[in-house]
């Protein structure tokens, strides 16, 4: 029997090509000089895909190239790199890799926060440049008594909180629906959070439902004594009127683990000294990336073992069809 063809389009970590590379026989997208050429012979006979964000959004011109596509597994568990709801037009499920990443994201999350609000990468340069030999480290602002808000209660948004609980802050949140289970305070608009905030930490999907939900008047209601941690997607975040913002004064300061042009981060930002730049890491430990890759694999592997999808998208419900 012929072995079921899947193409990668990006490369990933050895654990995901090691295991598609036993269980299928698998195209590497990415390594062919001639793409067109490449999908007009290999195209026809792909049934699963492989990807992620190194790929770059996956659009409907691929999946034309792709006519016998029943499902495309992504890694990360946003997956705003994938029109979903094209690919449930032509029967496609799309399968992400949710829950495996959540403590990882929520430990950066804290991590970020206290680094923001406690200067520590300042504070580490200010060492390495001889300054600690003149004075010390000016004072820091606190999560002391503070008012942390959470923009979008979800996985990710739970754990977070979970950790906060044991730092003694009050924690309110918004997204579009109260949660009847959550103790925690709930505000139906952002600049309402905002406003009851000393802190929001960002962590919804990105696309379209939340472009610039934090936006100019969010922030100003944020305050200057606010602080913005983004560790959701850059799309979120109006990052001119962010960067507005800090400029100002307008909020205190940020800390950011995701940009709106990934990886460029605009100068601006890189310029402003109060404020915290990640490189997009807050899954980024060998354990949960090869836990997040080994569940890229397993869903292939699921699909075309006849037991469906392990962790199909909302757009893309299981009905019972697996290959
Ligand atoms: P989740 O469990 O689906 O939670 C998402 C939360 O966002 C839900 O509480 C949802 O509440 C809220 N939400 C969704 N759309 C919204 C909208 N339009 N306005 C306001 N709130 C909205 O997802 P998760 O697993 O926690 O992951 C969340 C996101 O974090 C991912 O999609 C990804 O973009 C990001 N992430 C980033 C990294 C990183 O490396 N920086 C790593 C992992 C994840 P309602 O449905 O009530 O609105
Ligand atoms: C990944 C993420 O690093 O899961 C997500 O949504 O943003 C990160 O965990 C990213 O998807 C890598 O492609």
Do not use: C
Not at 282 to 302: C, E, F, P, Q, Y
């Amino acid at each position: 029997m012929s072995r079921t063809d899947i193409l990668m389009t990006a490369p990933m970590m050895p654990i995901v090509i090691e295991a598609l590379d036993k269980a299928f026989t698998l195209h590497r997208l990415w390594e062919q000089s001639d793409q067109a050429a490449f999908l007009k012979d290999v195209g026809p006979r792909i049934r699963g895909i492989a990807t992620s964000t190194l790929y770059g959004r996956l659009e409907a011109s691929l999946l034309d190239r792709l006519p016998k596509a029943e499902i495309i597994s992504s890694f990360g568990v946003g997956y705003d790199n994938v029109d979903a709801v094209e690919a449930g037009t032509r029967g496609i499920v799309v399968t992400n890799t949710p829950g495996v990443l959540d403590d990882e994201v929520a430990d950066l999350a804290i991590g970020l926060l206290l680094a923001t609000l406690r200067k520590i990468p300042q504070a580490d340069r200010y060492l390495r440049e001889g300054k600690w030999l003149k004075a010390p480290f000016p004072l820091s602002a606190t999560l002391r008594e503070k008012k942390v808000g959470i923009v979008g209660l979800g996985r990710i948004g739970k754990a977070i909180a979970r950790r906060l609980a044991g730092f003694d802050v009050r924690i309110a949140y918004h997204g579009r629906t109260q949660q009847d289970d959550v103790a925690f305070t709930y505000h139906p608009t952002i600049v309402g959070l905002a406003e009851a905030s000393d802190i929001l930490i960002v962590i919804t999907p990105g696309g379209a439902s939340t472009k610039h939900l934090i936006n100019a008047e969010a922030l100003k209601a944020l305050g200057s004594n606010g602080v913005l941690i983004n560790v959701a997607r850059g799309s979120v975040v109006d990052e001119q009127a962010l960067i507005e913002a800090l400029k100002s004064g307008t909020i205190l300061s940020a800390g950011l683990d995701v940009y709106d042009d990934e990886p460029r981060v605009p100068q601006e930002l890189i310029d402003l000294e109060h404020v915290v730049l990640l490189p997009h890491i807050a899954s980024g430990s060998v354990h949960t990336r090869n836990a997040m890759g080994k569940l890229v694999a397993d869903n292939l592997i699921s699909w075309f073992d006849g037991k469906g999808p392990l962790t199909p998208v909302a757009e893309t419900p299981y009905t019972g069809r697996a290959g």
